[in-house]
């Protein structure tokens, strides 16, 4: 179909008709929930604990606060956004993309979950009494694959559960190898980062992205997650020793984050048009200004504990289904984030026997920090 196309300073607001679901798309669902529990039931079998079907590992579990910028253009005054000076505690979750537990020299692409908790605004249907607003970003701009059924394709090369890792320490040495290659030569593949060729740097030095698109008040838009502080600047493409540090990055996030304060800016990307900035391709890069219209900050503290994973990486579930209606995710790829997310959580309370409820507070922090 063609889509209307706007002057690059005019968002384009958002029209059902603009999402197209892919053919097969309840085969595609069906089949990537299938995926992810067989991957989750296979480290479930091998550890004893039912963990993330992806993202399993955290390196970082943090409290921080999210504030909203002061005189936002009306077109970015929206949603959550449309609250000035607004401010929200927040739970940022950072992982690598694997289903099991690997050690950290297996290099792949890192994740950063925030958990707005307290957000006002009407919700969907099966959000109903829920005060949470979720944004699962990685650091990258946009989706290893275009559509979820071409993803469902490699999701098994993304996230592999077999008991071998030596030999996985070598693959990702080797496509480390092959990755400097094709950057030095102006490239850079998303597929040699996802099998586990991901340089080996600080975590904490990563720009952030949600990839795939969400409804942002009445337009659409792409989010991201951009280091601002000197300390957190500092960070960017440092090395990070993981020679016998099976948990390196924790390591490296905990050294960090129990001495510094920390601060990200918030920024947003909105559509203007559909024909270069698709929302049912999550692999194209969108050419849209960045404008920030937030402020997430940590103070010092403990960064990740026992207590803390036990609270975060088995009490909660990041999802970026838990929003407001003016947050709706958009597109194939978040289409079938829908169904799989929550049959990943349900078993993982299943087989923990530790139920997932959608915080009102973060009361417990303090005891499990």
């Given at each position: 179909?063609?889509?209307?196309?706007?002057?690059?300073?005019?968002?384009?607001?958002?029209?059902?008709?603009?999402?197209?679901?892919?053919?097969?798309?309840?085969?595609?669902?069906?089949?990537?929930?299938?995926?992810?529990?067989?991957?989750?039931?296979?480290?479930?079998?091998?550890?004893?604990?039912?963990?993330?079907?992806?993202?399993?590992?955290?390196?970082?579990?943090?409290?921080?606060?999210?504030?909203?910028?002061?005189?936002?253009?009306?077109?970015?005054?929206?949603?959550?956004?449309?609250?000035?000076?607004?401010?929200?505690?927040?739970?940022?979750?950072?992982?690598?993309?694997?289903?099991?537990?690997?050690?950290?020299?297996?290099?792949?692409?890192?994740?950063?979950?925030?958990?707005?908790?307290?957000?006002?605004?009407?919700?969907?249907?099966?959000?109903?009494?829920?005060?949470?607003?979720?944004?699962?970003?990685?650091?990258?701009?946009?989706?290893?694959?275009?559509?979820?059924?071409?993803?469902?394709?490699?999701?098994?090369?993304?996230?592999?559960?077999?008991?071998?890792?030596?030999?996985?320490?070598?693959?990702?040495?080797?496509?480390?190898?092959?990755?400097?290659?094709?950057?030095?030569?102006?490239?850079?593949?998303?597929?040699?980062?996802?099998?586990?060729?991901?340089?080996?740097?600080?975590?904490?030095?990563?720009?952030?992205?949600?990839?795939?698109?969400?409804?942002?008040?009445?337009?659409?838009?792409?989010?991201?997650?951009?280091?601002?502080?000197?300390?957190?600047?500092?960070?960017?493409?440092?090395?990070?020793?993981?020679?016998?540090?099976?948990?390196?990055?924790?390591?490296?996030?905990?050294?960090?984050?129990?001495?510094?304060?920390?601060?990200?800016?918030?920024?947003?990307?909105?559509?203007?048009?559909?024909?270069?900035?698709?929302?049912?391709?999550?692999?194209?890069?969108?050419?849209?200004?960045?404008?920030?219209?937030?402020?997430?900050?940590?103070?010092?503290?403990?960064g990740w504990t026992h207590?803390?994973?036990?609270?975060?990486?088995?009490?909660m579930q990041f999802n970026?289904?838990?929003?407001?209606?003016?947050?709706?995710?958009?597109?194939?790829?978040?289409?079938?984030?829908?169904?799989?997310?929550?049959?990943?959580?349900?078993?993982?309370?299943?087989?923990?026997?530790?139920?997932?409820?959608?915080?009102?507070?973060?009361?417990?922090?303090?005891?499990?920090?």
């Open positions: 179909m063609d889509f209307p196309t706007r002057h690059l300073t005019q968002p384009l607001p958002y029209d059902p008709s603009y999402e197209v679901p892919e053919e097969g798309e309840a085969d595609t669902i069906a089949g990537l929930t299938e995926s992810i529990r067989e991957i989750a039931n296979t480290v479930d079998q091998d550890t004893g604990h039912a963990r993330r079907g992806v993202h399993a590992k955290s390196h970082g579990l943090l409290r921080g606060e999210l504030r909203v910028l002061p005189n936002l253009p009306p077109d970015y005054a929206q949603g959550l956004f449309s609250h000035p000076g607004g401010a929200w505690p927040v739970v940022l979750r950072l992982s690598t993309t694997p289903g099991d537990l690997l050690d950290d020299k297996v290099s792949t692409p890192r994740g950063m979950a925030i958990k707005v908790i307290g957000v006002p605004g009407a919700r969907l249907p099966d959000g109903v009494g829920d005060v949470t607003q979720d944004f699962v970003m990685v650091n990258g701009p946009t989706f290893l694959a275009p559509t979820a059924k071409q993803f469902h394709g490699s999701l098994k090369l993304l996230a592999t559960t077999d008991k071998a890792p030596t030999l996985k320490k070598a693959l990702s040495t080797a496509l480390r190898g092959v990755e400097k290659v094709v950057e030095a030569v102006g490239g850079e593949s998303a597929t040699l980062k996802g099998l586990g060729g991901h340089p080996e740097t600080h975590i904490l030095g990563e720009t952030f992205f949600t990839a795939a698109p969400i409804l942002y008040g009445r337009y659409m838009a792409k989010l991201s997650l951009v280091p601002v502080s000197p300390e957190l600047l500092a960070l960017k493409d440092q090395p990070v020793d993981l020679e016998h540090k099976p948990n390196g990055l924790r390591a490296a996030v905990v050294d960090f984050i129990t001495e510094h304060p920390a601060e990200w800016e918030l920024r947003v990307q909105l559509c203007t048009d559909l024909a270069t900035m698709p929302i049912e391709d999550a692999s194209v890069e969108w050419e849209a200004p960045w404008v920030a219209v937030a402020r997430v900050r940590t103070e010092p503290q403990a207590g803390l994973s036990v609270l975060v990486d088995d009490g970026p289904w838990h929003c407001i209606a003016e947050h709706r995710p958009i597109g194939s790829i978040m289409r079938v984030r829908r169904a799989v997310y929550a049959a990943s959580a349900r078993f993982r309370a299943e087989r923990n026997g530790a139920p997932l409820v959608e915080p009102h507070n973060l009361d417990q922090w303090r005891e499990h920090g």
